[in-house]
């Protein structure tokens, strides 16, 4: 079975420019979290997504969006990119819907560079 | 503010050698989860601890989880290079796949 795959890898843009990150869940999950991971703040939830609807949020500016596909997967947008925006930006897909028991597995991330 | 302390940040020690990393919160968790990190790879699930008081062991981690869920604990026995890597507390709440992670402990173990 594929792992998550998140693409691209890499990324460099410019303060004010847009990005759209993409995530393959793994075949048959349901469930695709998205989270920014950087030297400061470490890993932060920005939201989840489950059966193409978004079910949790996190503590990010508007603009920072997502949606789901009918097959799952999933893009993170990010408008008028910011120099604090530079991170690893990781994906997480679940089978489940949830809970201490569920597992997630994590892609190896988009490394996002904005300057 | 970090709803989840894991201290210490960093740790340099030979092979051999034992550690202990540590999770603290001041909310209750359903359950409590370890990832390790290494560098160009997403956090991989080493184990979830659910009941208060709960060790568990894979092969020289031994995990803990506090009596009031609040916090955990990993302890590496006789570390070897291979365990060299980020070390990263995740909380879990009731419902949802929300994970609150701890701020990662940077393990580096040298032969």
């Known amino acids: 079975k594929a792992g998550v795959t998140q693409t691209p890898r890499y990324l460099i843009k410019t303060r004010g420019q847009q990005v759209t990150l993409s995530c393959s869940p793994i075949?048959?999950?349901?469930?695709v979290s998205w989270y920014q991971q950087t030297p400061g703040q470490g890993l932060q939830f920005l939201f989840e997504?489950?059966?193409?609807?978004?079910?949790n949020k996190g503590n990010f500016p508007g603009r920072f969006s997502g949606r789901q596909f009918s097959n799952s997967r999933s893009e993170m947008n990010v408008s008028t990119l910011e120099l604090g925006d530079s991170a690893l930006y990781l994906c997480?897909?679940?089978?489940?819907?949830?809970?201490?028991?569920?597992?997630?597995?994590f892609g190896a991330g988009t490394r996002l560079s904005v300057l | 503010t970090q709803l989840l302390e894991q201290s210490p940040q960093f740790l340099s020690i030979q092979e051999g050698e034992n550690l202990t990393v540590y999770c603290n919160s001041s909310?209750?968790?359903?359950?409590l989860q370890w990832y390790r990190q290494e560098p160009g790879e997403g956090p991989v699930l080493l184990v979830t601890?659910?009941?208060?008081?709960e060790v568990k062991k894979l092969k020289r981690l031994t995990f803990q989880f506090g009596d009031a869920r609040k916090d955990s604990s990993l302890h590496i026995t006789a570390a070897q290079p291979g365990d060299t890597g980020l070390y990263l507390c995740?909380?879990?709440?009731?419902?949802?796949?929300?994970?609150?992670f701890g701020g990662g402990t940077r393990v580096l173990v040298k032969p």
């Open positions: 997480a897909s679940s089978a489940a819907g949830g809970g201490s028991k569920n597992i997630q597995y």
């Open positions: 075949s048959g999950h349901r469930s």
């Open positions: 997504y489950f059966s193409e609807t978004q079910r």
């Open positions: 909310s209750v968790f359903s359950s």
């Open positions: 601890v659910v009941t208060g008081g």
């Open positions: 995740a909380g879990v709440k009731a419902a949802g796949n929300k994970l609150t």
